[in-house]
C-alpha cells in the first residue's frame, strides 16, 4: 500500500487538480496528508496507532485494506446457530 500512495503522490502535479470542495486545503496539504500515511505504514508496520489517524486523513478505511480478523463471522455457529466472531 505504500508503494501505491507512493505512486499516487507523483502524479499530483503543480496546478493539476482542483481541490476545492474536498477534505485538502490545497495541492500541498494533499501532498503532506500522502506522505504522512505513507510514512505511518513504513515506519510502524506493527503498531496502527498512527496508520489508522493517516488514512483517515486521506478518506480511506484502513480495514477496507487492512484487517485484523476483528469481529469477522467464523464457519463455526453457536447453539443458536448464529456464526461466532473473531475478537
Known sequence: MASELEAYLKT???GKFNFEGTSFK???DARTK???AINALRNT???ESD???AF???GLNYRGFFSNG???ASTHLDSNG???TYN
Do not use: F, R
Open 12 to 14: 499530483i502535479e503543480d
Open 26 to 28: 490545497d495541492e500541498n
Open 34 to 36: 500522502i506522505q504522512t
Open 45 to 47: 508496520p506493527e503498531d
Open 51 to 53: 496508520d489508522i489517524p
Open 56 to 58: 483517515n486523513a486521506l
Open 70 to 72: 476483528g469481529n469477522e
Open 82 to 84: 448464529t456464526p461466532y
